[in-house]
């Protein structure tokens, strides 16, 4: 409810037309940002994630060695340490790198052939439309566990796992983009900008990606933002399942993986409780930028 | 006097297909534009009215090759525009352009309004890189927008200003025809009165053609120099402004014109009222698409579709009634 006012009160403020001429768009989303709670920590949140993901292993000790066994939080090991002697809190801080780049290079690249491909069949319409979306349908029925579990199986001796891990949950997200755009094509090139933008002779790559595109984005920065934690998520299920990240690299699912082989749960519970929290934080911290930053550039919605 | 034809539209049809059966052929079709025919003289304006739904738009936007006709011909300075590629036809750009209906819908609302109007310059390549600012700014000027506005967006202007942006972007491509698909009844009368003027000087300026697509009489009668009228798909008449406005011919032009509202109530004639509502262009009656609601109606109207025909010079009407010889 708070949210909603805080925002109202920012549309009636930015509809005044002397701020209109002298405020950009950005700096109206950037006050519409302030006002929006939610979205205002969960964006402190993913931008401290992100430093600590950039810089937090210059500050932490190795997280892959480690002597002796289990021991609980102390002000040496914040966290404790983990059955094999390693520092949780290196070992937590570490897995925030792999999960951030995963989750933010998964989204971007789907992100980008679901935008590609989901333009083209909106703006091309007929077969191609066709042809396009019905294998986006094909992949949309691939669980991406299931999709992971059968590249790891076929190609995991050849292949880095962690990689065909990324790639089975950059697949599963393509259609979700490409549906996207579609549909934010379809609606926008009725619109009559769209058909001056042909009439003045515009090739149609540059009336999709010069004038569609930029009305779609707001749609794709929220769905690209909520596919980050999406992605977190996957990866660190696969982790859990041995599948993903592979020990001794530090990654939040397969240190749950670990605790759990090494029967943690009630005697080292801290083994558990940093990597969940990590993970819960993380997806949630992206869940409220990208719900928020919804309620910010979609008018139709919350205002 | 011999007038060179600039448009020649022969036969034009547009279907737009409503359903279709499971192989994606059309089982049944909306005929939106059927059996169209007309010219356009280089340096008039060609008012086109009709109801809404007639098929009008439909033309002005098979003209500037947003819809592909059906069939027909849309012949542009002797060159056939229908049977061109994509490639061919953005050559065409350059010399026809539109003017859209609504001025808020029609402008890209992430680009300033100097953008707008400089991409027809850069796209075309029409002038240097280094002159395109000047010919934006005299583009401006020429539309009654001042030079500090270009770097403003369409949606801090009035509909009057975003209509008269659309103007430039028109104009820019230096056009010889410009298609202008209702370009004021988006707007509220005084400011119809100001764009409708500027178009005029425009087109003295520039040695325009236009093609005056419209619902309301009197904004024709202000502008157009020829008129014609649609029903259905159909072209029902056309004529000078001066026989149209005073001989009107087919019934339902008759009817139209006897809608206009006057001022001077002891000048008030009959009105003519027609009855019921316009036919489902899916299915539209058999014969002349107006028989089912025409006050002259007789024995045949409803078997025959009556040709467009030349009453008299340069009076073209599509009505049994003149042409039972």
């Not at chain 1, 094509?185 to 009439?199: I, M, P």
């Not at chain 1, 690209?224 to 299920?237: D, Y």
Request: proline letters at 5%.
């Amino acid at each position: 409810m708070e949210r909603k006012k805080d925002s109202q009160t920012t549309t009636a403020s930015s509809a005044t037309p002397e701020q209109k001429l002298h405020h950009s768009r950005a700096r109206d989303m950037w006050a519409a940002m302030f006002d929006n709670k939610a979205a205002f920590i969960g964006l402190i949140i993913v931008v401290f994630l992100i430093l600590i993901a950039i810089f937090g292993r210059f500050f932490v000790t190795d997280p892959t060695i480690g002597h002796g066994h289990e021991s609980p939080p102390s002000s040496e090991h914040w966290f404790g340490t983990d059955n094999l002697g390693r520092d949780i809190f290196s070992r937590v801080i570490a897995g925030t790198g792999i999960s951030i780049t995963v989750g933010i290079v998964g989204a971007l690249v789907s992100l980008i052939f679901g935008t590609i491909l989901g333009a083209i069949a909106g703006y091309m319409g007929g077969k191609i439309d066709t042809i396009i979306m019905r294998i986006m349908d094909m992949v949309l029925a691939i669980p991406s566990i299931l999709l992971a579990i059968s590249l790891i199986a076929a190609l995991g001796r050849v292949y880095d796992k962690t990689v065909l891990a990324v790639i089975a949950i950059i697949v599963v997200a393509i259609p979700e983009f490409a549906r996207i755009v579609r549909g934010c094509v379809l609606s926008e090139k009725e619109n009559d900008y769209v058909q001056a933008a042909k009439v003045i002779g515009n090739r149609d790559f540059s009336i999709i990606f010069k004038h569609i595109m930029p009305n779609v984005m707001s749609s794709l920065i929220v769905r690209g933002t909520l596919e980050v934690s999406t992605a977190i998520l996957n990866v660190a299920a696969l982790g859990f399942l041995g599948l993903g990240v592979q020990p001794p690299h530090p990654e939040w699912g397969t240190m749950l993986s670990d605790a759990h082989k090494a029967n943690a749960i009630f005697s080292a519970p801290y083994m558990m409780i940093f990597p969940g929290l990590a993970i819960t934080i993380t997806v949630l911290a992206f869940n409220m930028l990208g719900d928020g930053l919804r309620d910010i550039l979609d008018p139709k919605s919350g205002r | 006097m011999k007038q060179k034809i600039l448009l020649e539209i022969k036969n034009l049809k547009k279907y737009f297909p409503v359903e279709t059966n499971l192989f994606g052929v059309p089982t049944s079709v909306l005929k939106a534009v059927d059996d169209v025919s007309f010219n356009i003289f280089k340096g008039e304006t060609f008012g086109l009215v009709g109801e809404s739904g007639c098929g009008k738009t439909t033309i002005g936007k098979m003209i500037v090759d947003i819809y592909k006709p059906t069939s027909g011909s849309i012949i542009f300075d002797g060159t056939d525009l229908t049977n061109l590629s994509k490639k061919e036809h953005r050559k065409y750009c350059k010399d026809i352009q539109l003017i859209f209906q609504d001025p808020y819908a029609s402008l890209n609302p992430r680009m300033t309004i100097g953008d707008i109007i400089a991409e027809p310059i850069i796209i075309n390549k029409l002038v240097p890189s280094n002159e395109v600012e000047n010919r934006v700014a005299y583009l401006l000027n020429c539309v009654g927008l001042a030079k500090h506005h270009r770097d403003r967006y369409a949606y801090e202007f009035s509909g009057g200003q975003r209509q008269r942006v659309g103007i430039a972007r028109a104009l820019a491509v230096n056009p010889k025809l410009i298609v202008c698909d209702e370009p004021v009844s988006a707007l509220d009368v005084s400011i119809q009165a100001q764009v409708i003027n500027l178009l005029s000087d425009l087109q003295a300026e520039f040695n325009l053609t236009y093609l005056f697509i419209a619902h309301g009489l009197h904004v024709i009668k202000h502008i157009s120099d020829r008129v014609g009228v649609m029903y259905l798909g159909k072209m029902m008449e056309i004529a000078g402004k001066q026989a149209f406005y005073e001989r009107p011919l087919n019934p339902y032009t008759q009817a139209l014109l006897s809608a206009i509202p006057v001022t001077d109530l002891s000048l008030k004639k009959d009105r003519i009222r027609l009855k019921g509502d316009v036919p489902s262009p899916i299915d539209p009656p058999e014969g002349c698409h107006f028989c089912t609601r025409c006050f002259k109606v007789f024995k045949g109207c409803e078997i025959e579709q009556p040709p467009l025909k030349e009453y008299e010079k340069g009076h073209f009407v599509a009505c049994r009634l003149y042409n039972k010889s």
